[in-house]
Structures are given as C-alpha cells and as structure tokens.
C-alpha cells in the first residue's frame, strides 16, 4: 500500500480508502458479515481510510464500522459526515449544519462508533441557511476539545472552500469524481490544489455503472441507482456501450474495467484519493489490483478517447438531489 499526506495539513492516509455507505442499504440489501470481513480484509491490505456518514442507514453504518474496528482503531483513519436529515421510513429532509446541531450530531456518532475522536470530520452537503464559516467554526471548536482532528468538506464549489479554509485548514474535499464525473476538474480541483486541500473521490466506479460487472436487470427497491439518472432506461444502454469500450482498453492492458477506472483517478495526481465502495472482498480484492496498473500517457489517451468527458447520459444525481450540490454551482 502507499501512502499520502491528505492535503497539506491532512493526516497521512493509504493512497485508497474504504467508502461503507454500500454496506447500509443505499445499494439495497448488504451481507453483514461479509461487510466485516471486507473492513477487515482492506485493514490487512494496509487500508487506512474508512469513510462513513451517520444518515447511511441512520447509525447503522457507524456502528458497523465501530464494530469492524474494535480492537484496531489505531490502523484506522475514520472520516465521518454529518447533517443530511432522515426520518424513520429512510426518506430524507435537508440538511442542518447549524453549531448546536454539530454538537448533538458529534456526540451520538462517538457514542455508536465507540471511538473518542473522529479523524476527519465533515458536512455531507452545505446547509444553505448556514454560513460555512459557522459550521467549520463549530467543527474547529470541537477540534479544538479533542473530539475531532481534521476538518473535511464534501460536495461544495470554489467558493465555500476558500471561505471554510479561510476558518481553519481543510484536510480534504470528497466529491464525485471519475472518467464519467469530471466537473471538478474545471474550477474545484485547481482551487484544492492552490490551498493544498486534498481530493477523497468517490464515485470512481460510477457507484459500479463503470465496474464492468453492472446487469441491466440488477435493481433492486431503495438502491439509490433506481433513481440516478444515469441507471435510468434510455440513458443506461449509451452508458453501458462506453463501458465496453472501456473494456476493449482493460482486456488489451490484461486488466478489468474497474480497475482501468481506478487506475485513471489515481493517475490524475497524488493529491487525489479513491474511496471505494466494495462491500465485498472479491470486490475490494479486483479494486486494490489498481496498484499494479502502471498507465502511460498512450494508455490514458486511449482510456479517455474510450470514455471522452461529455459522452455520459444523464447527471450524476436526480434533479431534487442536484439542487443540494454547492459543487455544482460556478462562481463566474
Ligand atoms: N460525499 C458524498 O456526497 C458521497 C456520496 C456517495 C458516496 N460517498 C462515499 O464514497 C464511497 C464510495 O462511493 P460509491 O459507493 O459511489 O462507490 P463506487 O466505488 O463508485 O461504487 C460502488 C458500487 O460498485 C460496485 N462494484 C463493482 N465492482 C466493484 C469493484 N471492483 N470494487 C468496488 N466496487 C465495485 C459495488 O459493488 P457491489 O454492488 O457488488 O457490492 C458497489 O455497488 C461511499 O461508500 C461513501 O463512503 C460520498
């Protein structure tokens, strides 16, 4: 495994983490035990990164995690989001990142992952009735009392970033980011990159459009790709038809699609790291052979005249979930 500083002032974390959120229902019914087994299997990989949010599941992806985790915390960096709303039935009701909410939301996620400090901290998704300088001030306060010791963003645009770093230093953004998913690549990224804050992306499989493994029939009810417009009929069968053509580029490299996708991430700097979503270690096994594949400047050449930027049908999120992202508006 290799290893990285995230961002300037970040922890060093392995050079790819573990995404959980699969393993609590937002890609239908999970195994758990084989969810364990695979938190475990990327902890003897040299996985250090775990990423994790309190709504995945309500609770119930911490406390998986914190159970994977006891007794070997100290091999793990936990990044933890915080604020999307749920109710009982699973549905979903904004966000709040108001200070006095962070508190409440802080201790209960200690509480259920049975740590005393998260790693990184983070708000899934800009509260709009909330100045980020509000909520970062809260996060850094807790910072401050030793409950957390870096503060992270997710899904926010230039602009909020350079108002969050102006607070206190930024470990990381996590955004979607892969070969079908590149709007960051316009104004975020350079921006990251100018204050040393670090890219966790997830996405990379295109949450397994781009794994080369997706069946058309595959969804089931509460999956999240029933509603992502790009799994939508219409739009899936043109995505499906760059993901062979991906794959003529993987089988000439002896390589699986996925990890022709992983690798291409990877290969757009050491200042981005992929969060995987495997729920399984056959998954995460095929995922960590992304190391192995060295790509040159042709292989990238052919991998994006396979899969050119604009060619995907359909946006990353439907639009009721779109109007949410912060990162999805331009400053200009
Ligand atoms: N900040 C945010 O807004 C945000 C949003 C979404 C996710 N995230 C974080 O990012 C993590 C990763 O995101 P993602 O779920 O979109 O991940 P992803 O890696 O793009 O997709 C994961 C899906 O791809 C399938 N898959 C097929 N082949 C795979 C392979 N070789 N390795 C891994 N997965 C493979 C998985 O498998 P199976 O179906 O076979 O299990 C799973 O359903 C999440 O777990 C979460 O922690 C953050």
């Given at each position: 495994?290799?290893?990285?500083?995230?961002?300037?002032?970040?922890?060093?974390?392995?050079?790819?983490?573990?995404?959980?959120?699969?393993?609590?229902?937002?890609?239908?019914?999970?195994?758990?035990?084989?969810?364990?087994?695979?938190?475990?299997?990327?902890?003897?990989?040299?996985?250090?990164?775990?990423?994790?949010?309190?709504?995945?599941?309500?609770?119930?992806?911490?406390?998986?995690?914190?159970?994977?985790?006891?007794?070997?915390?100290?091999?793990?960096?936990?990044?933890?989001?915080?604020?999307?709303?749920?109710?009982?039935?699973?549905?979903?009701?904004?966000?709040?990142?108001?200070?006095?909410?962070?508190?409440?939301?802080?201790?209960?996620?200690?509480?259920?992952?049975?740590?005393?400090?998260?790693?990184?901290?983070?708000?899934?998704?800009?509260?709009?009735?909330?100045?980020i300088e509000?909520?970062v001030g809260?996060?850094a306060?807790?910072?401050?009392?030793?409950?957390?010791?870096?503060?992270?963003?997710?899904?926010?645009?230039?602009d909020t970033i350079r108002r969050a770093a102006a607070v206190h230093p930024i470990?990381?953004?996590?955004?979607?980011?892969?070969?079908?998913?590149?709007?960051?690549?316009?104004?975020?990224?350079?921006?990251?990159?100018?204050l040393?804050?670090?890219?966790?992306?997830?996405?990379?499989?295109?949450?397994?459009?781009?794994?080369?493994?997706?069946?058309?029939?595959?969804?089931?009810?509460?999956?999240?790709?029933?509603?992502?417009?790009?799994?939508?009929?219409?739009?899936?069968?043109?995505?499906?038809?760059?993901?062979?053509?991906?794959?003529?580029?993987?089988?000439?490299?002896?390589?699986?699609?996925?990890?022709?996708?992983?690798?291409?991430?990877?290969?757009?700097?050491?200042?981005?790291?992929?969060?995987?979503?495997?729920?399984?270690?056959?998954?995460?096994?095929?995922?960590?052979?992304?190391?192995?594949?060295?790509?040159?400047?042709?292989?990238?050449?052919?991998?994006?005249?396979?899969?050119?930027?604009?060619?995907?049908?359909?946006?990353?999120?439907?639009?009721?979930?779109?109007?949410?992202?912060?990162?999805?508006?331009?400053?200009?």
């Amino acid at each position: 495994m290799d290893y990285r500083s995230l961002g300037k002032k970040g922890p060093e974390v392995s050079a790819m983490g573990l995404g959980c959120m699969g393993m609590s229902g937002m890609y239908g019914p999970s195994d758990r035990d084989e969810s364990i087994a695979t938190i475990h299997a990327a902890l003897e990989a040299g996985i250090t990164l775990f990423d994790t949010g309190d709504f995945y599941g309500m609770g119930h992806n911490e406390m998986l995690l914190g159970e994977a985790l006891k007794g070997r915390r100290d091999n793990a960096l936990i990044s933890v989001k915080f604020g999307a709303l749920r109710g009982p039935d699973g549905s979903w009701s904004g966000y709040d990142a108001r200070p006095e909410a962070i508190k409440n939301f802080v201790a209960y996620s200690l509480q259920r992952l049975g740590v005393d400090h998260i790693d990184i901290y983070r708000p899934a998704r800009l509260d709009s009735q909330v100045p980020i300088e509000e909520t970062v001030g809260a996060i850094a306060d807790l910072v401050k009392a030793g409950y957390v010791r870096h503060i992270g963003l997710s899904e926010v645009g230039a602009d909020t970033i350079r108002r969050a770093a102006a607070v206190h230093p930024i470990s990381d953004l996590q955004i979607e980011y892969s070969l079908i998913s590149r709007g960051i690549e316009a104004e975020i990224l350079p921006t990251c990159r100018e204050l040393g804050i670090g890219i966790t992306a997830y996405g990379v499989l295109s949450r397994g459009l781009l794994s080369g493994h997706w069946q058309l029939d595959k969804l089931a009810q509460g999956d999240f790709r029933a509603i992502s417009p790009r799994f939508q009929q219409g739009n899936v069968e043109q995505n499906l038809t760059l993901v062979e053509a991906l794959r003529k580029v993987a089988d000439a490299r002896g390589a699986s699609v996925a990890q022709v996708a992983i690798a291409w991430v990877m290969a757009q700097g050491e200042d981005i790291v992929p969060l995987i979503g495997a729920r399984k270690r056959e998954r995460l096994s095929e995922s960590l052979k992304a190391f192995e594949l060295e790509l040159g400047a042709d292989d990238l050449a052919a991998i994006e005249q396979a899969v050119p930027a604009d060619a995907v049908a359909g946006e990353r999120y439907p639009a009721a979930q779109l109007k949410d992202l912060d990162s999805e508006r331009t400053t200009a």
